[in-house]
């Protein structure tokens, strides 16, 4: 994952993985995206530390954390607090990012 810059928060899709460093369930669901980066040797999902930027959860009105943040065409679509599972997550990227999952 890479940390997020305020360019790529204004592209029309991303997914947003937000944190805090102290947070343990935040460690387990960034270990969850972690495996599935892994698996597909590419960098999928963004990340930014909460603490690090008030305005923008003030401003997207990001409840807690972790939170994966769906942002696609330039609407934010889902807010997912309880990652579940990697099966869960990798439903929200079948539906949110198709194209891993084209066979070449």
Do not use: W
């Not at 439903?91 to 084209?102: A, G, N, T």
Request: hydrophobic share 35%; with cysteine; aromatic share 12%.
């Amino acid at each position: 994952m890479q940390e997020t810059t305020n360019k790529q928060l204004e592209q029309e899709n991303f997914l947003l993985y937000i944190y805090t460093p102290f947070c343990g369930t935040c460690s387990v669901a960034r270990s969850m995206l972690d495996k599935i980066e892994s698996v597909h040797k590419q960098e999928i999902f963004y990340e930014m530390n909460a603490s690090l930027h008030p305005k923008f959860m003030q401003e997207y009105k990001v409840e807690s954390v972790p939170c994966l943040l769906i942002k696609q065409d330039n609407e934010i679509k889902e807010k997912v607090y309880a990652f579940k599972s990697i099966a869960n997550i990798y439903s929200l990227l079948l539906d949110y990012k198709p194209e891993l999952f084209k066979v070449q």
